[in-house]
């Protein structure tokens, strides 16, 4: 094997040593500050605007909102939380309404949106997905009363 050869996969291995060296900085630094969140621009089309919407003056005395969100299964079992007005989310992040601390939720992974209908659960284009009643949230989707929701390994409902 000639010596330009030689040099030439040096270089090459060399190049791919970086490449990898690079693709681990930058998943560390993801899983450590988190990841940008990217905003979608608002149109007419949309059927729910990126940012939460503000709620009515007043509900319609017919509809049955829920007003608080119990974790029935995981780390935090038996939790209860009062929803705010406008939104919540989850996710691993501290700057989330309800943080979710496991291996299987992003950091913005979820966000739950009061509309006059009730609460509406959006997934946050998390890796691992979110679950309404065992089905696979892939568009913002309507949540009845004491509906499981799964995020992670951690399960919980809106109740009245």
Request: glycine share 6%; no cysteine; hydrophobic share 40%.
């Amino acid at each position: 094997m000639g010596d330009l050869t030689l040099f030439i996969l040096r270089l090459v291995f060399l190049a791919v040593l970086w490449v990898f060296v690079f693709i681990v900085v930058f998943a560390l630094r993801s899983d450590l500050f988190g990841q940008r969140v990217r905003r979608l621009p608002a149109t007419a089309s949309a059927p729910f605007p990126t940012e939460p919407a503000r709620p009515a003056a007043t509900p319609r005395q017919n509809a049955v909102v829920a007003s608080r969100l119990v974790i029935t299964g995981g780390a935090k079992e038996g939790l209860q939380i009062d929803l705010p007005e406008e939104f919540l989310s989850i996710g691993r992040s501290s700057d989330s309404g309800l943080v979710i601390r496991d291996d299987y939720t992003s950091t913005n992974h979820a966000r739950l949106l009061r509309t006059e209908k009730g609460w509406v659960l959006e997934d946050l284009d998390s890796t691992n997905g979110t679950l309404l009643d065992g089905s696979r949230v892939s568009s913002p989707t309507q949540v009845p009363l004491n509906t499981p929701i799964t995020i992670g390994t951690t399960t919980f409902e809106l109740r009245r």
